[in-house]
């Protein structure tokens, strides 16, 4: 059986974590960027990953409603959740049980927070502004490649 992740990007950070998470994985992995239209094949995978980031406090709504909506058959499911984010005083625990639903944070074998990366180039005008002044945001690339090294392999280890 497979493994998939689903994840939103704003900026492309979560994206390339995920493809990291992808690669680390190895064989039998697909990616999604979840959208509203998207249908998804549940029954092929055993596994899901779950991935999003924080802007404005706030996991991309997609990414809840996508667990709101399919949460009887991801409870059935083995599941990893993970988030981006560029908050200097960020708790990993805090941020997961903020972003999902509790029933999928009870229920998760695998969580992580793989740190961020704040994309200006892909920004426009307003993004900018916000995260100029967000004194709390790290302003230098700070993704964890090991954290998601360890996360890949405690999804192995299912
Ligand atoms: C407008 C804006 C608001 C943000 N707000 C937050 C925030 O409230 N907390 C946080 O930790 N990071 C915040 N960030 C940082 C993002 O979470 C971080 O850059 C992340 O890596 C973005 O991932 P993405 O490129 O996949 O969207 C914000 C970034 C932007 C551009």
């Avoid at 200097?88 to 049980?97: S, T």
């Amino acid at each position: 059986m497979e493994t998939l992740i689903a994840y939103s990007t704003t900026l492309g950070c979560t994206e390339q974590c995920a493809s990291k998470l992808k690669e680390d994985l190895g064989e039998g992995v697909e990616m999604v960027r979840i959208s509203r239209r998207r249908r998804y094949n549940f029954q092929d995978y055993n596994t899901i990953i779950i991935g999003g980031s924080i802007h404005e406090g706030m996991i991309q709504r997609s990414v809840f409603k996508f667990c709101e909506n399919n949460l009887e058959v991801l409870l059935q499911k083995q599941v990893g959740l993970f988030i981006c984010c560029m908050d200097l005083d960020a708790n990993e625990q805090e941020l997961i049980d903020r972003a999902f639903p509790v029933k999928l944070v009870k229920h998760a074998l695998a969580s992580g927070f793989f740190g961020g990366e704040l994309n200006i180039k892909k920004m426009n005008l307003l993004q900018k502004i916000m995260t100029r002044k967000a004194a709390r945001l790290k302003k230098e690339p700070d993704i964890d490649f090991q954290k998601i090294l360890d996360f890949a392999r405690k999804i192995q280890e299912l």
